[in-house]
Each structure stands twice: as C-alpha cells, then as structure tokens.
C-alpha cells in the first residue's frame, strides 16, 4: 500500500516521466490561519481523515464503495479543474469545451480511482500536518503533512494550496518535497496529447480507472 502514493509511477499508459523541483522557491514561513480566518491547513486535514478512514476500510469494504466516500472529499479539496488545466499545459486553451468536458469527467475518476486504490490497507499509520505554512507567492501557499509508517520512514507530501470562490483548494501535491504531480503529469499527458490528442488522453484515462478498480477495460 502507498508504494506509489500519487499513482503516476510509469506501470503503462500513464507514467513518472517528469520532477517538479521546488527547492528554489523563496519560501517565507506564514501563518496556518489566512488575514480572512480561514486555515489552508483544514481541507488537508478533511482529506487525511477519509484517507485514514479509507485505510481502515480497505480490507471489508468494495472499490465502489470506498470511491463513493472519498470522492466527495477529493472533489472537494482540490481545485481538480485547475489541475487538469495545468496538467495539459498551453493545449488545454485549445481544445473544444465539449473535449474539455469529457477529460473533466474522465481526470476526476481517475483521481479519485488512485487514491482508492494506493490508500486501501492499514497498518498503524497515521497522518501529521506540521503547524506552519510556507508562502511561495502568487497567493498560493504549501501545507507540509507527513504519512507516519510504522517500522518505516514518515513519507513527506505537501500541498500546494490557492485560496478562490470555494476557499482554500489544493493545486498540486509534491511527494517527498519536490516531486510535482502536476509537473509528472504534464509529461505524461503530452505524450499521449502528441500522438493521439485529447481523445487519446481521454481512453487512457479511463483504461486507467478501469485498471485501478479491477473492472473491464471499456
């Protein structure tokens, strides 16, 4: 379980191709609590609860079943538009809405697909959300969590996150510090944009989903 915790890692269609290096940023330490109240640091703490919950659930309850618990909160946490514009890049502007809406539909099943899949057994772990934010501009900041693992080093993954019409919402997520699933993807999905656009993306999307829930390919 989690061996591959952003599944992105390059087991066939969709694969880790690229690092999103962070180190560089001019972080400041900020506040966890913005000048408006509100804390960057809550929906990260929604998340880690029903992954916790997911974890625990993993061995008595079906993929369908976990999906449909998780995927309220994932939907909610990240700003999955953004990160599926981001993810395609300069190419996103130029693709129909109908296009659009299809990959909205097809990137929100395969997020929530992996974290089912990669979040499904537990074996004491627990989560921890560190009391300061670091601010790197542009009104986005990084709430820094780590997944503690028994018998094994805490695994780092911190979120970027951007304050818009629904709050704080995360954008991207760097798996030990400076692996950018946003910058992995990106890759990823030139690649299959290159050779077979966005309908190509598309089915790769959902042969993903269809691979990570144990259903036919369809």
């Known amino acids: 379980m989690t061996q591959d915790i952003l599944p992105i890692g390059r087991r066939g269609l969709l694969g880790l191709a690229a690092t999103g290096l962070v180190g560089a940023l001019p ?14 640091a809550a ?12 974890m625990k659930a993993g061995g008595s309850t079906s993929f369908d079943q976990r999906y449909r618990d998780l995927a309220p909160v994932v939907e909610q946490v990240f700003d999955l538009d953004e990160v599926l514009a981001a993810s395609i890049g300069l190419s996103w502007a130029r693709l129909s809405a ?5 990959l909205a539909t097809a990137f929100r099943r395969y997020t929530v697909s992996s974290y089912v899949s990669n979040f499904n057994s ?9 009391p300061a934010v670091r601010n790197v501009g542009n009104g986005e900041v990084i709430v820094q969590t780590r997944l503690l693992r028994v018998n094994n080093s805490p695994l780092k993954l911190d979120y970027v996150m951007r304050s818009g019409p629904a709050g704080w919402q995360a954008v991207d997520v760097l798996t030990d510090g400076a692996i950018s699933r946003v910058a992995v993807q990106r890759s990823d999905f030139r690649e299959l944009l290159r050779y077979g656009g966005a309908q190509a993306l598309a089915n790769g999307l959902q042969h993903k989903v269809a691979s990570l829930s144990g259903s036919m390919a369809g």
């Not at 109908?98 to 299809?102: L, V």
């Not at 537990?122 to 560190?130: E, V």
Request: aromatic share 8%; hydrophobic share 50%.
């Open 98 to 102: 109908a296009q659009q809406a299809e």
């Open 122 to 130: 537990y074996n004491g772990q627990s989560f921890q959300i560190l």
């Open 43 to 54: 929906p990260v703490a929604r998340l880690d609860d029903a992954l916790l919950a997911a």
């Open 27 to 40: 972080w400041r330490l900020a506040s966890a609590q913005t000048t408006a109240g509100a804390s960057p």
